[in-house]
């Protein structure tokens, strides 16, 4: 029998299986100069196996979400971390550069899985603000893997090649496995039936014609692009533009994730007072206000880095309110198929970072305002969703 934990601990335990796919992204960030060496290839060629990781991880949502609810969050959510550590396993051992891009793909198909049961698990037994409360929790013990996980791979580094890094990430699955193995708590009610194809077509088209839900995913998309794109364009802007040291670089990058944590802790004591729809508009009206300011400020000022920096800090840092009560809100109408409308919305949101940063770098100039134009544009998206669409 498996224990029955606080709903803080399991926030907590919820929290470090999920955080799995982001340590596997920022952890071999300072290892890519060195395996590019390694394998005696250039940089374009490392930087293809975080392409294929984040196509790998839309598919994995996409598959792992309906199975998820058919056959239980247990039974996805291990055979995921397993594919997830075999992959890693042959990516330790590859004799190229090739076999690392397959296996990150691999690897992200088996994150996926382990993804799209957290959010499914909160849904099956919280909803309303006890939903929301949960996400911010998740939320906030998420956000330290960006500010956690690069310092890792830096240290794991000095210690020696970049492979003992995918040892370390093989070592956190072994532990997700026995998370979900020994903690994980299971839906009440579990689907026996043989799968049916039809069935999950039909939870995708559930989801895809609630005129309601999808106004929550285009919002979450897109609020959520504002933050992809800073990162894509983020060492250009610094370093490049603005001229800040690299060893500045990580403080000012890790100031967002500060408050988007300090919006998070403030979203529990905002839901004694309002509700998850309208804390949603809060927050989407600071991101938006933040990114007109951050806009003109190149009009203004354009070299000055204090008309960049605390417009971005508020601009991501939003996203704090923003998606624990979206999130809450979007799956309020799904309490059977949580898990396929999961792995619609993180599919979703990877396909538009993936196209929007593609962009991003087609129309690179000398100057921030493509990054800058396209946040706000995102913004201005995510707001006219949430008006028009997420109205009862």
């Not at 340590?23 to 394998?39: E, K, N, R």
């Not at 929007?356 to 946040?375: E, K, R, V």
Request: glycine residues 8%; charged residues 10%; proline residues 5%.
């Amino acid at each position: 029998m498996r224990p029955d934990f606080s709903p803080r601990i399991m926030a907590i335990l919820l929290a470090a299986l999920v955080a799995l796919t982001p340590f596997s992204v920022d952890t071999y960030l300072p290892a890519m100069p060195a395996m590019a060496l390694w394998f005696d290839t250039h940089m374009g060629m490392v930087e293809m196996s975080l392409g294929a990781f984040f196509m790998g991880y839309a598919m994995g949502q996409l598959v792992g979400g309906p199975l998820s609810d058919h056959y239980g969050r247990r039974r996805v959510g291990g055979p995921g971390v397993a594919i997830f550590f075999l992959a890693t396993v042959a990516i330790i051992f590859a004799p190229n550069i090739e076999t690392v891009i397959l296996g990150r793909f691999i690897q992200a198909f088996g994150g996926g899985f382990v993804t799209v049961i957290a959010p499914s698990v909160v849904r099956d037994r919280f909803s309303g603000k006890q939903a929301a409360r949960m996400f911010a929790l998740i939320g906030l013990v998420m956000l330290l893997a960006p500010l956690v996980a690069p310092a890792v791979g830096a240290l794991l580094l000095k210690f020696a090649d970049w492979r003992l890094i995918f040892v370390f990430l093989a070592g956190y699955a072994m532990i997700s496995l026995g998370v979900i193995a020994f903690c994980l708590p299971e839906r009440k009610k579990a689907l026996t039936e043989k799968l049916n194809m039809a069935k999950v077509w039909d939870g995708y088209r559930q989801v895809l014609t609630h005129p309601r839900a999808m106004g929550y995913m285009i919002t979450m998309t897109f609020s959520s692009a504002v933050m992809f794109l800073f990162i894509t364009g983020s060492a250009f802007a610094y370093i490049t533009y603005l001229e800040v040291s690299t060893d500045m670089f990580p403080i000012l990058f890790g100031a967002n994730v500060v408050t988007m944590m300090v919006f998070n802790r403030l979203n529990p004591f905002l839901l004694n007072i309002f509700s998850p729809h309208q804390l949603t508009g809060v927050g989407i009206t600071i991101q938006l206000l933040a990114n007109v300011a951050l806009w003109a400020g190149q009009y203004i000022d354009p070299l000055n880095l204090y008309m960049v920096m605390p417009m971005v800090m508020v601009a991501i840092g939003s996203l704090g309110i923003i998606m624990s009560n979206s999130f809450a809100c979007y799956l309020e109408d799904f309490k059977d198929n949580s898990g396929t409308a999961v792995a619609l919305l993180g599919s979703f949101q990877f396909a538009m970072a993936a196209i929007l940063s593609t962009i991003l770098g087609y129309f690179h100039s000398d100057t921030i305002m493509p990054m800058t134009t396209l946040m706000l544009m995102s913004s201005i998206i995510a707001v006219l969703s949430y008006r028009l669409l997420t109205r009862r």
